[in-house]
């Protein structure tokens, strides 16, 4: 199974490829925990990459392109793969297409979660995540069970950088003007799976394996 999982910021992408991941036994691939894994190591791509992400913008398609291609061509990527954040822009998902086929591979679906705005929010302001595996909580939604402290590890959890209210705008803005436009980009191509991402975690993802299984 190859699925690309799209959505504005805080619909639950890294939520749901989580579970989809562990579902289907496939690679779960965040462009945005490969960026923040090089900021946390200061690796060059890190030091190029902090401001930009604290500023809410994106990475240059150059980069995050080549950072793709890298990681398709481990093999784990053979037997399937969820990508959470990448493509985001048509330059990206045209560089993407080419990537994949040229692994001899084929993307089965794409999966757009949709979460009304004001939902969006409450999600991003309300998110921890663990310094230690990454894992993700919600204040309210799916708090820990001490708080500040990782059910998984035990690692402390922290509130991301660009989840204070002037990133999430810029973040919200980017996603309108430079990823929306995949929508079409992928309805024209047959592979879009449209999601409501607003009910529970459960029930999301119930509804995208539904939406997968039926392709
Ligand atoms: P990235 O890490 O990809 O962040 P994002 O796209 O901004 O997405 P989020 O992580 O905010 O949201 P999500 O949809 O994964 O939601 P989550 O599951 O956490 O990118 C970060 C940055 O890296 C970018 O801004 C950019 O600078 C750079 N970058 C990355 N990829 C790039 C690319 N391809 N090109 C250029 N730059 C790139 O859920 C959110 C919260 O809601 C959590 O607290 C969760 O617990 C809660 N929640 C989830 N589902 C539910 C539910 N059903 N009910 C209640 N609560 C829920």
Do not use: W
Not at 43 to 71: F, W
């Amino acid at each position: 199974m190859h699925i690309v999982l799209m959505g504005a910021q805080g619909t639950g992408k890294g939520t749901q490829a989580t579970i989809l991941a562990q579902a289907y036994r496939i690679p779960h691939i965040s462009t945005g925990d490969i960026l923040r894994q090089a900021v946390k190591d200061g690796t060059p791509l890190g030091k190029k990459a902090q401001a930009v992400m604290e500023r809410g913008e994106l990475v240059s398609d150059d980069i995050m392109i080549g950072i793709v291609r890298e990681r398709l061509a481990r093999p784990d990527c053979e037997k399937g793969f969820i990508f959470d954040g990448f493509p985001r822009t048509i330059a990206q998902a045209d560089a993407f297409t080419e990537a994949v086929r040229d692994r001899g591979l084929r993307l089965d679906a794409v999966v757009s979660l949709e979460v009304p705005r004001e939902i969006l929010l409450e999600r991003m302001t309300g998110r921890r995540v663990c310094r230690g595996c990454g894992a993700i909580y919600h204040v309210k939604y799916s708090p820990p069970e001490v708080a500040g402290r990782c059910d998984r590890c035990g690692g402390e959890l922290y509130q991301r950088v660009d989840d204070h209210p002037d990133a999430i705008n810029t973040r919200l803005e980017a996603y309108e003007r430079q990823t929306a436009p995949l929508i079409d980009y992928y309805r024209q191509r047959g592979l879009l799976k449209a999601v409501d991402g607003a009910g529970l975690v459960e029930e999301v993802a119930g509804a995208i394996k539904s939406a997968v299984a039926g392709q």
